[in-house]
C-alpha cells in the first residue's frame, strides 16, 4: 500500500507535565511524519481530529504517541484498511519515571525519562514505516459440520448444543449404544437445592433428545481412523471400533525420533498415511472436532494389601455402581444383601497419605453417593467411608453435609491397612491413624475402592491426527494425560487448533460440570469454525488478521520450524519442504523465531520490523552513565505486567527500552546479535513462567527462548562478550511489584560489566 502516515502525540495523563513535547514532535518530524498534539487522544474531539485526517489528507497509517497499545484498541482502529501503530509513553514512560535518589536528581531524571519517550517514538514511526497491511487467509471453502467425538454424557451435550446453534453434528460413538458410563448409574448427584437428595439419571432422556435431532448424526460402533487438514477444511475417515490399520502410528513420537525422521534414520509413522486417504476418497468434511472421549478406571491391582482381584467382595467404585444399577446390591461371591459396606479412598499402607491415582473430588462424592445406596436398599445397613482427602467443592458441600447427617454412613480420616477375608466371605479392614488415633478392625461384607478417573488419551490416540509431530497430543507428562493446551487461560483448548476437550477427557468433572464443559466447546469449535470463515486467528490472538509467510527459495529444510510449532501447524510436502496450514496456526510467531535464515515474517511482524526498532534507538557512545538495554516483552504477561507496575507507579529504569513481541518464542536470535552489534550494552527477555503449575500462553514459547538463549550465550561468548549481557527472565502476570527489582538486578549486573565494547563501531 502506499502510505500516508499521520502522528499524533497526547499531552493527557501527565505526558505534557512532564515530557519535552516539542522534541517529541522533531523525532516524528525526522522520521518524515508532521506531528499533531491533542490534550485527549481518546475523547471524541481527539479520535475525530485522526479521522478528520483520514477522510480529508488520505492518511492510511497512523502512530498513537499516548497509552499502552493494551487500552483503547477498539477506539484506535480505524478500519482494516488503515495501520495503527501505539508508542506507550503513559504506563512504560512518565508513569513509570523513577524516583530521585543520591545517583540521579530530578534533572537527571528528567533528561533520561525524555531520552526515553524519544526512542519510543522513533520506534513506533519505525515500526509504522516497516509494516504492512495484513489480509485474511480464505479458504476455498469452509466445512462448518462439527465432529463429536464420544457419546456419553459431554458428547451428547457438545451434540445437542452445537446442533441448537444451527450446525450440523456428527457424533461418533465407539459402543453399541449412546450414553456412555452414565448408563450404569443407579442415581446421579443432586443438581438443585437443598443439594441432599440423589436424582434419577438424566442420561436416558439425553439420549432420545439426541437421537431424534435432525441435524445430528449418529454413529455408533464407530471410530475415528484418520483426522487429516486444517480446521474449517477437515477430512476424516471412520472405522469400525475394535479394528486396528496396519499404519496406524505410536501415540506420540519422541524427540529423539523426531530427529531420526530429520535424518532420514527412521520412516515417518505417517508415511501410509497418504496411502489410505487415497483408498478413502469418501473422508468426510468437517470444519471442528469436539473431544468427549471420556475416561477408564485406573488399575487398583497394585496394592496388593487391599484384596483387588483376590478376594470376590472387593470391587472398584464403577464396579459397584454397575451392580448397584442392576437392583438391590447383593455381594458378587454369595449374593447375600450387603449390611456394611467400607469405601476406601486411599490405598493406605506404605503409602500412607497419597491417594488413588486419579482420584479427585469426583470419586470423593461418588463414595458418598454410593454410601447413600447402601442406605436406601437397607435401613439398617452402615457405610463407612475412610478416606485421608474428602474433596466436596461447591454445593457438593451440601451433599457432603447430608451424608454427615445420617446415621447409616460414618466418615472418618483412616490409613487402610489390609483387608482380609473371613470364612463367610465377609472382610475385615484394619486401620489406623483415624481422627480418633487408635488403631481398629472394621469387618464388612464388601470393600469398594476408590479407583480414579484416568483419561482417555492416557491410554492410547484416539484423535489419530495425520499430523507430522504424530497423531496424538505431544507432551502429555504436562496435564498428566489430559489434554489443555492452556489449562490456565484456555481451558477446552488443545494444542491442536480446532479440536476442543471437554469432560473426563480434560479434566476431572462430575455431571454438573460435564454438561458446562461440553457446552463450552462447543461453542469454541464453532468460534474456530467461523474464525477460519472470515481468515482470522482464534485465541489468544483472536480476530489476527495476519499470518505467517514463507520465502522457500531459501529453505534449507532444516526442519525447525515443523519441529517446533507449538501446534502442528506445519507438516511436510512430498520433497520435505515445510507445508503451514495456517487455519492450524495460532500466530506466535515460533516459527519465525526458530528459523535461522529468516525466511519466515508476518506482514506486521518480522525480523525486520522489529530489527529496525531496535537499530532506530540512539546509543550514546561516549556516556558510560547512559547504557542502553533493550527488553523483548511477551505481549500476554509481561507486557501487561509492566504496564501495571507504571500504573501503580513503581518507577522503572529508564535506560531499558521495551519492545513487545507476540511470544517469547517468536524472538529470533538476530535481534539480540543486532542490538548488541548497534551498541546496546545488554538484552533481557521477559516471558511466561513455563513448567510445574505454569504455562507459557502459548505453550512452550518461553521454555523454547530460554533453551535459544542457551546457545546465543556460547555465540558472544566465543566474539568477546559476556555471555551475562543477555538474559531470560520469568514472570508472571501478578509479578507487576517484583518487574522493577527484576530489571534493575539485570542492568546493574551489566553496570558492572561495563559498557559493550562494541560501542561506537
Known sequence: MDKKYGAYICTGCEIGENLDIEALSSVAGEQGMTAKLHAALCSEAGREMIRTDIANDGVNTVVICACSPRVWKKEFSFGDDKITVRANLREQVVWSMEKPSESRNAETIAEYTNELAQDYVRMACKQAQKTDLPSPYMLEKTTKTILVMGGGIAGLTAAKEAAGSGYDVTLVEREDKLGGKALNWRKQFPTKSPYASLEQPGVHEMVKVVESDPKITVKTGTEVARISGAPGALKVTFKTAGTKNEWDAPAKVSSDDQDKMNKGQMPDPNEGLKAYMEENPDAEDFGGVVLATGWYPAD??????????????????????????????????????VESVAFVQSPGGAENDKDFP???FVTSAVALKQAMYVREDNSDAKAYILYQHMRTPGNLELFYKAAQDDDGIFLTKANVMQVNEEGDGSLTVAITNTLLNEDMTIQVDMVVLAAGMIPTTKKEPSINLA????????????????????????????????????????????????????????????????STDHGIAVHPRSGDQSFPEFFFQRCTQCKRCTEECPFGALDDDDKGTPKPNISRCRRCGVCMGACPERIIGFKNYNVDIIGSMIKSVEVPDDDEDKLRFIALVCENDAYPTLDMAGMRKYGLNN??????????????????????????DGVVLLGCKFGDGYQCHF??????????????GETLGSLGLEPERVAAREVSID?????PQIINEFVEKIVELGPNPFKGF
Open 300 to 337: 487398583v491391582s497394585e496394592y496388593e494389601h487391599l484384596g483387588y482381584g483376590k478376594f470376590r467382595n472387593v470391587l472398584t467404585n464403577i464396579e459397584f455402581e454397575s451392580l448397584a444399577a442392576h437392583g438391590q446390591i447383593t455381594r458378587p461371591s454369595d449374593g447375600k444383601p
Open 358 to 360: 486419579y482420584a479427585n
Open 467 to 530: 499430523y507430522r509431530q504424530g497423531p496424538a497430543f505431544m507432551d502429555l507428562e504436562l496435564f498428566d494425560g489430559y489434554v489443555d493446551s492452556n489449562f490456565i487461560c484456555f481451558p477446552y483448548e488443545t494444542r491442536r487448533t480446532g479440536v476442543y476437550a471437554c469432560g473426563g477427557v480434560r479434566k476431572a468433572t462430575d455431571m454438573e460440570e460435564t454438561i458446562d464443559d461440553a457446552t463450552g466447546a462447543a461453542l469454541k469449535a464453532i468460534q474456530a469454525i467461523e
Open 655 to 680: 535506560l531499558v527500552r521495551v519492545i513487545p513481541v507476540r511470544c517469547l518464542g517468536s524472538v529470533n536470535m538476530v535481534w539480540i546479535r543486532d542490538a548488541l552489534s548497534s551498541g546496546m
Open 699 to 712: 505453550v512452550k514459547g518461553s521454555e523454547l527462548a530460554d533453551k535459544r538463549m542457551a546457545n546465543i
Open 735 to 739: 509479578d507487576y511489584h517484583k518487574i
